[in-house]
């Protein structure tokens, strides 16, 4: 008598990978395996760095400049740092590349150590910040080749021919100093986007966590609901069967037999209940092992109005207008509120001469209507079984269906409760059914 969610309706939790892992497939396999080792990275970047300048340092010691290679060294061994300290390496990087550049400036990729300490300062720092940071960097070196285009420098270029025009170093400079700009705006860019990425995507591992706490904590309220339903009723029934069994055993043995025969039946079908709330929390529980699937309340309502029957209770059950929609969901919860409010009036009323039960469809609207005849309560020999969550429990269903209960003394004594249903357009179905009226 549970609604359990089948195997497609379970959370994503359960099923599917988290979202890191998801992530970490998605970079690949080289990626994954640079990324889980940052040194081993940071070597890479430095052994990249060193090819790419290694035809400056070669050109500068065939020329006599030996001071060039130990300039480029040190920046190698700056980009060593620059995961942990970003910013005092591209400073450091910057001041090394501007003296590189002033003795070998038409060298091949000498501020390549400007690219990777820009795109770790991008990877770290704010958008402002780095923009800042890489107009601090690249100014210098704009300054440098504006001095060789223009200034006293003008001889450092040699000629590749006799037709080398007369303005080819003014090119040249300028050439040199849009690709270092070109190439520093690239790095930062690179930076910039992946910073944003890995901001974006935390931000989505943490609405998925988030969603994941929320799916629980409903899932969780969704079992503890149904748990509450099965127990409390069952249980007062079993409570009430076996106190009338043991008032009827001298006197009436068989009597007494047929309710201990249906204390039993009741203990059974509870058990029944609680596995199959239960088998949703286990996680290898095979789809085929239990019954999974949703309760067919409306022949069930029949068993459950009879249950209450043989528990004593004097019920006179009557339905009107068109019947339910055949949808599970929506009977279920017009079983599990007939359900409580029937087990509320047995455990707590008190000379009971009649408990009405009246179930009614006008248009879009089903109303549940429960009114006992009682005369107050009397508290129990033992301890209550309510666990006062009962009222709650109903009004969370009903507000499914744009719904709610209402509970309180009935006009004439007593206790009234009325539930209100209201039809979404998929639940309507045909208005000009016959109505059904009767008890089952």
């Known amino acids: 008598m549970i609604d359990v969610l089948p195997a497609e309706d379970a959370p994503a939790t359960q099923a599917g990978a988290s979202f890191a892992e998801i992530t970490a497939r998605r970079r690949g396999r080289l990626r994954r395996y640079?990324?889980?080792?940052?040194?081993?990275?940071?070597?890479?970047?430095?052994?990249a760095y060193l090819l790419l300048v290694a035809p400056t340092a070669v050109d500068a010691v065939l020329g006599g400049q030996w001071a060039v290679p130990l300039l480029l060294g040190g920046v190698a061994a700056?980009?060593?740092?620059?995961?942990?300290?970003?910013?005092?390496?591209?400073?450091?990087?910057?001041?090394?590349?501007?003296?590189?550049?002033?003795?070998?400036?038409?060298?091949?990729?000498?501020?390549?150590?400007?690219?990777?300490?820009?795109?770790?300062?991008?990877?770290?720092?704010?958008?402002?910040?780095?923009?800042v940071a890489l107009a601090a960097a690249t100014a210098p070196l704009l300054a440098l080749y504006a001095v060789l285009a223009l200034g006293p420098l003008d001889g450092r270029l040699p000629s590749i021919s006799d037709h080398t025009?007369?303005?080819?170093?003014?090119?040249?400079?300028?050439?040199?100093?849009?690709?270092?700009?070109?190439?520093?705006?690239?790095?930062?860019?690179?930076?910039?986007?992946?910073?944003?990425?890995?901001?974006?995507?935390?931000?989505?591992?943490?609405?998925?966590?988030?969603?994941?706490?929320?799916?629980?904590a409903t899932e969780r309220n969704r079992i503890a609901r149904e748990m509450h339903d099965v127990v409390a009723h069952s249980l007062t029934v079993m409570v009430t069967l076996s106190d009338g069994a043991a008032?009827?055993?001298?006197?009436?043995?068989?009597?007494?037999?047929?309710?201990?025969?249906?204390l039993s039946h009741t203990g059974?079908?509870?058990?029944?209940?609680?596995?199959?709330?239960?088998?949703v929390l286990r996680e290898d529980t095979a789809p085929g092992a239990g019954p999974w699937e949703p309760l067919a309340a409306g022949g069930n309502l029949a068993k459950l109005l009879?249950?209450?029957?043989?528990?004593?209770?004097?019920?006179?059950?009557?339905?009107?207008?068109?019947?339910?929609?055949?949808?599970?969901?929506?009977?279920l919860t017009v079983y599990r509120i007939v359900q409580e409010s029937l087990t509320n009036v047995l455990r707590y009323g008190r000379a009971l001469g009649r408990v009405d039960l009246r179930i009614a469809r006008e248009g879009t609207a089903v109303t549940i209507e429960v009114v006992d005849d009682g005369?107050?309560?009397?508290?129990?020999?033992?301890?209550?079984?309510?666990?006062?969550?009962?009222?709650?429990?109903?009004?969370?269903?009903?507000?499914?269906?744009?719904?709610?209960?209402?509970?309180?003394?009935?006009?004439?004594?007593?206790?009234?409760?009325?539930?209100?249903?209201?039809?979404?357009?998929?639940?309507?179905?045909?208005?000009?059914?016959?109505?059904?009226?009767?008890?089952?």
């Open 34 to 47: 640079l990324y889980r080792r940052p040194r081993m990275m940071d070597a890479v970047v430095v052994a």
């Open 78 to 131: 700056a980009l060593l740092w620059r995961r942990s300290h970003p910013a005092a390496v591209l400073a450091a990087v910057a001041v090394l590349e501007f003296a590189v550049s002033a003795q070998h400036p038409w060298g091949s990729n000498v501020s390549a150590g400007l690219w990777f300490a820009l795109y770790s300062v991008a990877l770290t720092r704010p958008r402002r910040w780095t923009l």
């Open 165 to 216: 025009p007369e303005d080819f170093q003014l090119i040249s400079s300028i050439a040199a100093a849009l690709g270092i700009v070109l190439s520093n705006v690239i790095a930062a860019g690179i930076g910039i986007s992946v910073r944003q990425r890995r901001a974006h995507e935390q931000e989505i591992a943490a609405w998925a966590k988030a969603a994941a706490q929320l799916g629980s």
């Open 247 to 262: 008032v009827v055993t001298g006197k009436d043995p068989v009597r007494a037999a047929a309710v201990l025969g249906e």
């Open 268 to 279: 059974r079908t509870a058990l029944a209940d609680m596995r199959r709330v239960l088998g």
């Open 306 to 331: 009879a249950g209450f029957r043989a528990a004593g209770l004097p019920l006179h059950y009557t339905q009107s207008g068109p019947s339910l929609p055949e949808d599970a969901a929506f009977q």
């Open 375 to 440: 005369k107050g309560s009397v508290e129990p020999a033992g301890p209550a079984l309510g666990s006062g969550q009962g009222l709650a429990g109903m009004r969370e269903r009903a507000r499914i269906y744009a719904g709610d209960v209402e509970a309180g003394p009935a006009a004439g004594g007593g206790w009234r409760v009325r539930a209100l249903l209201n039809l979404t357009d998929d639940l309507r179905g045909d208005m000009n059914r016959t109505d059904d009226k009767g008890e089952p």
